[in-house]
């Protein structure tokens, strides 16, 4: 399938209708660089995905210890070396992981980031955008982020949520037991840490494939600056 991120004209109506409906104005031509990545969000996002790969890595490693699939992961893909070493790491990307998320939630909501980039969504949109992306037409606009990419920023969040409270259970099971009991008890509380985590292995995948396919969000997401073409929201982006 070729996927094409250009707007044609006629692309450009159909985005423009779609956005409006997300009360985001067709606009405006703006010409020049425009701030679209805030520096909070890019330096959270860059510790996020150092966090993340330390405590996946780690996290496979510990798995390895006692698995409960018929697989184990390879261990050139795991950090740590053996189940002491891979707990090390993974308390530690744990705390990285966790205040980095506060910070960035904690600035997302009062900066109204996460209101103005991710809502509203709609299922309208979700399915319009998906007919879009299935036909390799999906518009990706730099600054303005797609029905598709809003439902997957706000599932990895909620993903990374679980994984922290399903992995606090894990991590105090006497003390958290009341929590441990709510998930599904010890055993039910590993499941649900392997597939949040799994869940997010999925989402990196997506994402780093659409980085390559539209490599000019990557260097927007470093230098914060994007140049906006034929379109921009009239809506906040901080
Ligand atoms: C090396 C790995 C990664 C690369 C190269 C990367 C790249 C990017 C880029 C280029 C964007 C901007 C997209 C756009 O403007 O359309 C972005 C946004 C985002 N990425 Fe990543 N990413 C990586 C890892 C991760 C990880 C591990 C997560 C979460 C588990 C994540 C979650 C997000 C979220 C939530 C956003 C939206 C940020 C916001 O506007 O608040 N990324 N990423």
Redesign the pocket.
Known sequence: MCYRFTLEPAGAAALNSGLEGQGVKPAALAGGKVL??PLA?RIT?WV??IA??IMIASGWRIYNAAPFFSFTIPPQLTLGGWLGGALQWHFAGLWLLVINGVI?LSY?LASR??AA?FFPLTLAAIWRDLRSALRGRIA?E??V?NAL?RMA?LG??CA?IALVFSGAALWKPVQLQELAALIGGYEGVRRVHFVAMAL?VA??IV??VM?VL?PR??I??FSGYGRKTQLSRDTHHG
């Open positions: 679209i990545h969000v996002h996020n995905a993340m790969l960035y997302g980031h996460i980039n990706h730099v600054g982020y990419q920023y990895v969040i990374v997010v989402f990196v994402h780093l980085v539209v969000t990557l927007s997401m």
